[in-house]
C-alpha cells in the first residue's frame, strides 16, 4: 500500500525538482496538455529529464496495458478449452473491457509519443486527437456497455 503511494508521488516530484531551477527560453507548449510538453520549453532540454519521462510512460501506461493484455489473453485461451456458453459469457466480459483499454491505452500515449518525435501535426489534427482523449471514453462507455444489456442489444437488432 505504501508503495501505491509513493511511486506516483515521486514521479511527479522528481521532474519538479529537477526543473525548478532551469531557464525557460520559450513561452509557446507544441501540446494541449502541459505533462509532456514542459520539457520543450527550457534552453537545454535534459537527457536524463527524456529518458525519465519515456520511464514514466513505459510505467504508467505500457506496463499495465500490457499485464491486463495478458491476463485477458490467459482468460480467454483457458475459456476456449470450456463448453460454449463458457466461451460465450467470457467474449461477452472481457472484449469491451479489452476494447475500452486498447482505445485508453492509445490516446493517453498519443500526447506523449507526438511530442517526443517532434511531429509537425497540423494543430486541428492534434487538437481532434486530445479531444478524443477527453470526450471519447465518456461518451463510448455507455454504448460499449449497454450493448451487453439483453434489452438494449434487443432494440437495436430491431432497427
Known sequence: ML?????????VVVPVLSNTNKKLCKFSLKGFFCYSTVNNLFCVISKVAIVYGSFVFINCIFLPMMFILFTYIKILIITYHSSRDVRKKAAQTCLPHLLVLVS??????FDFVLVRVESDLPKTAHLL?????????PLINPIIYGLKMKEISNHLKKL
Do not use: D, G, K
Open 104 to 109: 485508453v491505452s492509445f490516446f493517453s500515449s
Open 3 to 11: 508503495l501505491a503511494w509513493l511511486l506516483p508521488a515521486s514521479q
Open 129 to 137: 486527437m486530445t479531444l478524443q482523449l477527453l470526450f471519447y471514453h
